[in-house]
């Protein structure tokens, strides 16, 4: 795994980007990431993607982990996303780490037109 920051025009660390490299010599491409979000004391979980060639092996798992363990140390109060309605896969993993769905949020998305659950 790995860490990039990025910071605010005050310096600050706003956003915290984790990702995963296979570690093959013939392959050395990224096949996760995930991205925390924080302003004052609230934290937004944006991204996490898993390539499907290294899928149901625990790294969204993993990133989940880690995502939220760096929002601990920031003592964030609270960690939101939003999600596909029909990624049923991520919603099962972020209710695994106790994420509900408060919301629905109408034709969040695009290509293809979809409603997001917004969880907390």
Do not use: W
Request: without cysteine; aromatic residues 16%.
């Amino acid at each position: 795994f790995f860490f990039f920051f990025f910071f605010d025009k005050k310096n600050k660390i706003n956003s915290y980007v984790l990702g995963m490299f296979l570690n093959q010599p013939e392959n050395k491409s990224m096949v996760a990431f995930g991205i925390l979000y924080h302003l004052f004391d609230e934290g937004q979980i944006t991204q996490i993607a898993v390539d499907p060639i290294v899928s149901n092996q625990g790294i969204g798992t993993s990133l989940m982990e880690l995502l939220i363990n760096q929002s601990r140390n920031l003592n964030l109060q609270s960690l939101t996303l939003e999600v596909r309605e029909s990624n049923h896969p991520a919603i099962k993993l972020y209710e695994k780490f106790g994420f509900v769905v408060v919301r629905v949020i109408r034709n969040y998305y695009n290509d293809p037109i979809e409603n997001a659950f917004g969880m907390y």
